[in-house]
């Protein structure tokens, strides 16, 4: 079992940055690639970016590549995501997930956070 608890959600004004942190506890962090997802309201959770267990290997959604950065501390057991640049379309609540590999389809994780909003007014 691995439970996920995400922070560092706020408010902010677009163009300004904010930086989630997914704290893991449980089965060894170092084991799992992690991802971060969103949902607006009134659609679909969505993919945002996700890290193999080593750091090595990061992918990120088209919409966020170049602003958005996943990091990982494995002696920490905690996930960030650096978000600059952001805008109005990014205002959702942000969840961080577990799962054996890197990927960018949700169904692939088992492990997921409860969320932490993120607003971007305009």
């Known amino acids: 079992q691995v439970q996920l608890v995400e922070s560092g959600g706020g408010l902010v004004q677009a163009g300004g940055s904010l930086r989630l942190s997914c704290a893991a506890s449980g089965r060894p962090f170092s084991m799992y690639a992690m991802g971060w997802f969103r949902q607006a309201p009134g659609k679909e959770r969505e993919f945002v970016a996700t890290?193999?267990?080593?750091?090595?290997?990061?992918d990120y959604a088209d919409t966020v590549k170049g602003r958005f950065t996943i990091s990982r501390d494995n002696a920490k057991n905690t996930t960030y995501l650096q978000m600059e640049s952001l805008q109005p379309e990014d205002t959702a609540v942000y969840y961080c997930?577990?799962?054996?590999?890197?990927?960018?389809?949700?169904?692939?994780?088992?492990?997921w956070g409860q969320g932490t909003q993120v607003t971007v007014s305009s």
């Open positions: 890290i193999s267990w080593s750091g090595s290997i990061t």
């Open positions: 997930a577990s799962g054996q590999g890197p990927s960018v389809i949700s169904t692939t994780y088992k492990y």
